[in-house]
């Protein structure tokens, strides 16, 4: 009588680890993109809040007060002049709207879209 095999093959394990393991990789590769996104979100937020009740905000100062937040945070990209200040109604908008790009091996990449938006008044 022969006996029956139990338990994984090796490319069994195989099949199993690398898609795990790539997935890890990936992982790995966008902790500090999404690092990064954080540190400008806040920046946004902390901005938006020191001008809570100002009815006259002038985008270059906000645009000074922003790069004072990047340079503490050393956040080097999406770069200050690239995010929107515009008035909507009474209120006043801060916008990020920026991609950033991962190159994980070879010619494959992740593109990575974030937009963040914070309100004053």
């Not at 680890?17 to 946004?44: D, E, F, G, Q």
């Not at 070879?106 to 937009?115: E, R, Y």
């Amino acid at each position: 009588m022969r006996q029956q095999q139990k338990g994984v093959t090796f490319i069994g394990w195989l099949f199993l680890l690398i898609p795990l393991a790539m997935v890890v990789y990936c992982a790995i590769r966008l902790t500090p993109v999404y690092l990064n996104y954080m540190s400008v979100a806040k920046a946004l937020n902390q901005v938006a809040g020191e001008h809570k009740g100002e009815e006259q905000i002038n985008p270059t100062t906000v645009r000074a007060e922003l790069q004072r937040h990047w340079d503490v945070d050393s956040i080097n990209y999406p770069e200050v002049k690239t995010i929107n200040v515009v008035r909507e109604g009474n209120k006043w908008q801060l916008e990020a709207n920026y991609e950033d790009i991962v190159h994980l091996f070879g010619s494959i990449s992740l593109l990575v879209h974030f937009d963040k938006k914070s309100t004053v008044g």
